[in-house]
């Protein structure tokens, strides 16, 4: 409950540069009168204008300033919840909006809409039309519950039942939900973004997947004719070995061949010059008869004799000829083998180190095909392919977490709707709301059946006549009506402990349409308010009124400044 102690003004409309103070808290009801003009409707604009940076009735703020000081406009308002003692100072020329807690300034570093919205929200927890509805009931610019807009009438009861929470929240839960939006606007460009990466990457690995299985496959082709070339290799070196060392085995004995061959074209030759020799011989005893070298006559005994010997001679190397001409040939066959073996041992050396050569040929593609096999490249792709997945798994996670919040968010805003949480309070307080306002109505003697909805549309139900609406009534009938709403949604906020306060200010509500008989049941609801209530009633008619209450304020004006004068 907020208890309002004092208020206090100087150089405020008519006031002058002295503080005009006002305790709220000192008697429980409190009758202000004044003539016309004489300053008694300040005290609501002083504290209208202090709490909410605007007065009760319409007044142009620049006017709210003395006209003849021009300057120091102050408005100070001091008032407590629970043990903490509140003082709020609002002036003009210069400027000045302060708000006091236990006689230490609050921060002021926020800007003054932020402090404003502090005072309302966090400390009053009321705003300036609940404020109007539950403490101030005016005669002039006031405007009645039943006369407010739909949406006016539902801020009112919000304030009133403490659910007002909801509408902030909502408004934050609006903001919410925009930023949302964007998030997921930017989260679905990512995911795409990521995911189109994704794909170009998984293409990309896919197709190089397909040309190292294709270049796989082509080099195991490769590979086995390699591996076959070069156990065909090793089979025809065996062979080619085997070979070579049997040609070499047949060469090792060509030396003896050779020898032979050259002894034996030798012992031919010899035989041969021999034969030729014994053939020049004979034919010189045929020819001559004299020496030539000593001219002595030939014995031809002798020549016979020496000539015959000589023919036997050359039938003996004829003989041996013949015997040595097909041994020579013979052995002159395995020379000319042992020369085709040669030529065989150097072809078969050759083809063994080709073949050799060609096996070792065949095992260095074999390696190289093998290095050629080196799959980091598409080991690199793979790795970045499982990068983009990564990547991509977080986009989605983090969406998924955004579309989560952004369905969470829905879900609430729909609770904070007026059709949710708080349609649902609201439909617990109207049966309350509804009994307290027609126990009013009946305590000032209006016999009709009043009912609000739960949207605060009324529904009026009188004897004879039915569905009377708010203006069907007279001027007193509809105060009547206020004065019940009033009452009602000061009961509902001492319920709530919400906008409770001590105070109540009625202004010139007993001047206008009451009439007699209304007047004194009023003042009977008055006097029931309890002691928690301090009720300052202004009114033209003093006269009739003072012995109604405990204490009276009078404004007066003098040269042209209003003061007050108190008359305990």
Same mark, same amino acid.
């Given at each position: 409950?907020?208890?309002?102690?004092?208020?206090?003004?100087?150089?405020?409309?008519?006031?002058?540069?002295?503080?005009?103070?006002?305790?709220?808290?000192?008697?429980?009801?409190?009758?202000?009168?004044?003539?016309?003009?004489?300053?008694?409707?300040?005290?609501?604009?002083?504290?209208?204008?202090?709490?909410?940076?605007?007065?009760?009735?319409?007044?142009?703020?620049?006017?709210?300033?003395?006209?003849?000081?021009?300057?120091?406009?102050?408005?100070?308002?001091?008032?407590?919840?629970?043990?903490?003692?509140?003082?709020?100072?609002?002036?003009?020329?210069?400027?000045?909006?302060?708000?006091?807690?236990?006689?230490?300034?609050?921060?002021?570093?926020?800007?003054?809409?932020?402090?404003?919205?502090?005072?309302?929200?966090?400390?009053?927890?009321?705003?300036?039309?609940?404020?109007?509805?539950?403490?101030?009931?005016?005669?002039?610019?006031?405007?009645?519950?039943?006369?407010?807009?739909?949406?006016?009438?539902?801020?009112?009861?919000?304030?009133?039942?403490?659910?007002?929470?909801?509408?902030?929240?909502?408004?934050?839960?609006?903001?919410?939900?925009?930023?949302? =939006?964007?998030?997921?606007?930017?989260?679905?460009?990512?995911?795409?973004?990521?995911?189109?990466?994704?794909?170009?990457?998984?293409?990309?690995?896919?197709?190089?997947?397909?040309?190292?299985?294709?270049?796989?496959?082509?080099?195991?082709?490769?590979?086995?004719?390699?591996?076959?070339?070069?156990?065909?290799?090793?089979?025809?070196?065996?062979?080619?070995?085997?070979?070579?060392?049997?040609?070499?085995?047949?060469?090792?004995?060509?030396?003896?061949?050779?020898?032979?061959?050259?002894?034996?074209?030798?012992?031919?030759?010899?035989?041969?010059?021999?034969?030729?020799?014994?053939?020049?011989?004979?034919?010189?005893?045929?020819?001559?008869?004299?020496?030539?070298?000593?001219?002595?006559?030939?014995?031809?005994?002798?020549?016979?004799?020496?000539?015959?010997?000589?023919?036997?001679?050359?039938?003996?190397?004829?003989? =041996?000829?013949?015997?040595?001409?097909?041994?020579?040939?013979?052995?002159?066959?395995?020379?000319?083998?042992?020369?085709?073996?040669?030529?065989?041992?150097?072809?078969?050396?050759?083809?063994?180190?080709?073949?050799?050569?060609?096996?070792?040929?065949?095992?260095?593609?074999?390696?190289?095909?093998?290095?050629?096999?080196?799959?980091?490249?598409?080991?690199?792709?793979?790795?970045?392919?499982?990068?983009?997945?990564?990547?991509?798994?977080?986009?989605?996670?983090?969406?998924?977490?955004?579309?989560?919040?952004?369905?969470?968010?829905?879900?609430?805003?729909?609770?904070?709707?007026?059709?949710?949480?708080?349609?649902?309070?609201?439909?617990?307080?109207?049966?309350?709301?509804?009994?307290?306002?027609?126990?009013?109505?009946?305590?000032?003697?209006?016999?009709?059946?009043?009912?609000?909805?739960?949207?605060?549309?009324?529904?009026?139900?009188?004897?004879?006549?039915?569905?009377?609406?708010?203006?069907?009534?007279?001027?007193?009938?509809?105060?009547?009506?206020?004065?019940?709403?009033?009452?009602?949604?000061?009961?509902?906020?001492?319920?709530?402990?919400?906008?409770?306060?001590?105070?109540?200010?009625?202004?010139?509500?007993?001047?206008?349409?009451?009439?007699?008989?209304?007047?004194?049941?009023?003042?009977?609801?008055?006097?029931?308010?309890?002691?928690?209530?301090?009720?300052?009633?202004?009114?033209?008619?003093?006269?009739?009124?003072?012995? =109604?209450?405990?204490?009276?304020?009078?404004?007066?004006?003098?040269?042209?400044?209003?003061?007050?004068?108190?008359?305990?």
């Amino acid at each position: 409950m907020i208890v309002f102690d004092k208020v206090r003004w100087k150089n405020f409309l008519s006031t002058g540069n002295g503080f005009t103070e006002v305790n709220l808290n000192t008697h429980r009801s409190t009758l202000v009168i004044g003539s016309n003009g004489a300053g008694k409707s300040t005290m609501m604009d002083a504290l209208c204008f202090a709490l909410f940076n605007k007065p009760f009735r319409k007044i142009n703020k620049p006017q709210l300033v003395n006209s003849i000081n021009e300057r120091e406009c102050v408005v100070e308002v001091e008032f407590s919840i629970g043990s903490t003692v509140y003082k709020v100072v609002r002036g003009i020329k210069p400027n000045v909006f302060e708000i006091h807690r236990n006689g230490s300034l609050i921060d002021q570093d926020a800007a003054n809409r932020d402090y404003q919205k502090y005072l309302e929200q966090s400390i009053l927890k009321f705003n300036f039309k609940s404020f109007t509805q539950v403490v101030i009931l005016g005669s002039s610019t006031f405007v009645p519950f039943m006369q407010l807009p739909a949406a006016y009438r539902r801020e009112v009861i919000e304030d009133l039942l403490d659910i007002q929470v909801f509408s902030r929240m909502n408004m934050l839960l609006k903001d919410r939900i925009k930023e949302i =939006k964007t998030e997921m606007n930017e989260c679905e460009h990512a995911v795409a973004l990521a995911q189109n990466r994704y794909d170009l990457q998984s293409k990309n690995v896919h197709r190089l997947s397909s040309v190292y299985q294709q270049n796989k496959d082509e080099i195991a082709a490769m590979q086995s004719s390699w591996k076959t070339d070069i156990r065909n290799c090793e089979k025809d070196i065996e062979k080619t070995q085997i070979q070579l060392e049997n040609v070499g085995d047949l060469l090792a004995k060509s030396a003896v061949n050779k020898d032979q061959y050259h002894k034996m074209r030798d012992l031919i030759s010899q035989v041969k010059q021999k034969i030729q020799s014994n053939l020049s011989t004979i034919e010189f005893f045929t020819q001559n008869d004299t020496c030539p070298t000593c001219t002595q006559q030939i014995n031809a005994e002798w020549k016979d004799s020496h000539v015959s010997d000589l023919k036997s001679k050359d039938e003996t190397y004829y003989s =041996k000829l013949e015997l040595m001409q097909p041994a020579l040939e013979s052995i002159e066959n395995k020379v000319n083998a042992d020369t085709e073996n040669a030529k065989l041992y150097e072809s078969l050396k050759n083809e063994l180190k080709n073949l050799r050569n060609n096996k070792r040929a065949a095992e260095t593609r074999l390696n190289e095909t093998t290095i050629k096999e080196d799959t980091q490249a598409l080991k690199c792709e793979q790795e970045s392919l499982e990068k983009y997945k990564e990547d991509l798994d977080a986009k989605l996670e983090e969406c998924a977490k955004v579309n989560s919040n952004h369905q969470d968010y829905s879900i609430v805003s729909k609770l904070l709707k007026d059709g949710g949480i708080k349609t649902k309070i609201i439909q617990k307080f109207v049966p309350v709301i509804n009994q307290r306002i027609n126990k009013y109505l009946q305590s000032m003697d209006f016999y009709v059946n009043f009912t609000l909805d739960e949207n605060f549309d009324e529904k009026i139900m009188s004897r004879y006549r039915d569905d009377f609406s708010y203006a069907s009534f007279s001027e007193g009938e509809k105060q009547k009506i206020d004065l019940a709403l009033l009452f009602t949604w000061r009961d509902v906020a001492r319920l709530k402990n919400s906008t409770s306060t001590n105070l109540l200010i009625l202004d010139e509500v007993f001047d206008s349409s009451l009439d007699s008989t209304a007047t004194e049941e009023l003042l009977k609801i008055l006097k029931g308010l309890g002691t928690n209530t301090n009720l300052f009633i202004i009114s033209h008619k003093g006269e009739l009124l003072l012995d =109604k209450f405990e204490t009276t304020i009078e404004f007066v004006k003098e040269n042209d400044f209003s003061s007050l004068r108190m008359d305990a």
